[in-house]
Structures are given as structure tokens and as C-alpha cells.
């Protein structure tokens, strides 16, 4: 007992040691007092927004230790045919092609649904005001803005409602299922150093009590989403020099554990440690994994 113990600290000690960078992160406002600088509302919500520096490790040198029933997240190698395509329709569709039948194999599912609208976000920061054709919607690209936001796209409660929902949306027939978990994958295609990576907090250093509901009026729906307020204790991580041939595997969503919140995650902007860093582009993509 006590060797596992002192294993398991120094585990700990190690990634307390590992090379840092300082990104700014929206986080939800905690108290009325609180004492940071006020942050932009992100579209669509309601929701007062403080921002702090936070502390985000490299996480490289853990690569493969990183769990998705632990951390929230990981990071797969997979070559993709799809990203030099330069219609964003047409890519978007290209890639859902190649991934369902990975995630499918990946995760050993029964079965492998899409999210109809919104389900693949292609987002480019060199351009800030072209639109992206995808799901019949005219999207604008993410803007370059100083801070993301730490957020988990899915509410634990909003989970299964929303898959079915999509489900009826594409015509798919409701199946009985024992398992449901909500995946997203997320990928830059963009030559390294990006200058906005994506930062995931480590979805074991969240309490209970750094997570707030908000609603979402989107797609047609309401949608219930989570934010995070800060917490010291919180430890995020990113990936530096991302190539097209890696992404972050992340899970929104599990029926086996319905209350435990998974990875946050925001972009920041990493201009502070590489002031020449390129600008970002990336796709991501959800998926509704089910188990018979």
C-alpha cells in the first residue's frame, strides 16, 4: 500500500515538473466578487465570464499515459486523405467517411451515429469573417479572440435526449441500447508551431463544485451544456507542434458514468511563449458511440 502510494505521488510530482506555458481562459464568474478581469459571454449565452491566467503543461512527455476514463482525453496517431481537400462541405463529408468506421473499430461499438448539424467543425483563424458551409448553416469562424472558454460541450442530463434527437433529425431508427458515450476528436491541420491550440483539463482534477449549467439556444434547441469555474487545483495540459497526423480523442459523454464530468477544454492563445506561431486550422468531429 504505501509503495503504491509513493508511485502514485511521484506520477503526480513528474507532471507538476513538466514544461509549462501561461494561457488566458474564460472561466464562469463563481461569486459576484470575484477578483479577476471580466471576460467576454460567449454567443448564445447568459452566463458572466471572469479570465485568469492558467498554468498549461505540455503534455508530450505523458502522451501515453493519458486516459479517456482518467484524464478525459488522449491523443491518437491517425493518417487522414480528407484535410488538403479545399471545399469545406466536401472535406467535412470526406472526413466523417474515414472516421466513423475508426471510431467504430477504435471503441469496438455496436454502432457508430453522427451529429447532424454542427457535427464537424472546420475553423480557420487566417480568415475571421468567411463563412463554413456545413449543415446548412452559415457559421462563422472561430475569431481571434485572447481567451477561449473551459467548457464541456454536453451537460450529463442533455446527453441522451440530444442523441436521440439527432438520431430522428437523419431518420435514423431509435435502437434500445446498454451504452452511450459521446466522442469528439479534434485535429489541426495547420503546419506547427499553431498559434491557438486547444489546452484539455484534466477531467480528475474537477470537483463538483467547479461546474456550472448554462443553456444554449442553438440549432433549434435548447442545449445544456457545462462551464467551469477556476480552481487552482485544475491541471491542463496541451500538445505542441500538433501535425495532421495526430488529434485529441476526447469523451463528452458516458451512460456508465453519468455524473463524472469529463475534460474541459478552451483554446488559448500561445502567441506569449511563440509570437511567430502560424495561424490555427482545425477540424472537429462528434460522435455518438453505442454498445448493444
Request: proline share 7%.
Amino acid at each position: 500500500m504505501g509503495n503504491a502510494v509513493q508511485a502514485s505521488s511521484k506520477a503526480q510530482l513528474d507532471r507538476d515538473q513538466l514544461p509549462c506555458v501561461q494561457g488566458r481562459i474564460g472561466f464562469a464568474r463563481r461569486t459576484p466578487n470575484e477578483d479577476a478581469p471580466a471576460a467576454d459571454t460567449p454567443d448564445g449565452f447568459e452566463l458572466p465570464m471572469v479570465s485568469y491566467d492558467v498554468t498549461i503543461r505540455n503534455a508530450r512527455p505523458i502522451v501515453n499515459d493519458l486516459s479517456l476514463d482518467r484524464e478525459g482525453f488522449t491523443v491518437v496517431k491517425h493518417k487522414s486523405s480528407s484535410l488538403n481537400e479545399r471545399d469545406p462541405e466536401i472535406m467535412a463529408q470526406n472526413y466523417l467517411d474515414e472516421m466513423v468506421p475508426f471510431i467504430k473499430d477504435y471503441f469496438n461499438a455496436s454502432w457508430v451515429n453522427t451529429v447532424d448539424v454542427g457535427g464537424v467543425a472546420i475553423r480557420s483563424l487566417e480568415d475571421n469573417t468567411a463563412p463554413r458551409a456545413w449543415g446548412g448553416k452559415s457559421q462563422r469562424t472561430v475569431k481571434n479572440f485572447s481567451a477561449g472558454n473551459a467548457h464541456i460541450d454536453y451537460s450529463p442530463v442533455a446527453c441522451p435526449r440530444v442523441a436521440a434527437r439527432d438520431a430522428q433529425l437523419q431518420g435514423i431508427e431509435i435502437r434500445p441500447y446498454s451504452r452511450l458515450m459521446i466522442i469528439q476528436a479534434w485535429r489541426t491541420f495547420s503546419e506547427p508551431p499553431q498559434d491557438f491550440p486547444l489546452a484539455f483539463c484534466d477531467a480528475s482534477s474537477i470537483v463538483p463544485g467547479d461546474l456550472i449549467e448554462a443553456y444554449q439556444n442553438k440549432y433549434g434547441a435548447k442545449i445544456q451544456t457545462w462551464f467551469l469555474h477556476h480552481n487552482p487545483a485544475q491541471r491542463w495540459y496541451y500538445l505542441p507542434d500538433m501535425t495532421a497526423d495526430e488529434f485529441f480523442l476526447f469523451k463528452g459523454y458516458d451512460s456508465n458514468a453519468h455524473y463524472d464530468p469529463r475534460s474541459a477544454h478552451s483554446a488559448f492563445d500561445n502567441r506569449r511563449a511563440l509570437p511567430n506561431a502560424k495561424p490555427r486550422k482545425s477540424i472537429e468531429a462528434r460522435f455518438y458511440v453505442y454498445y448493444d
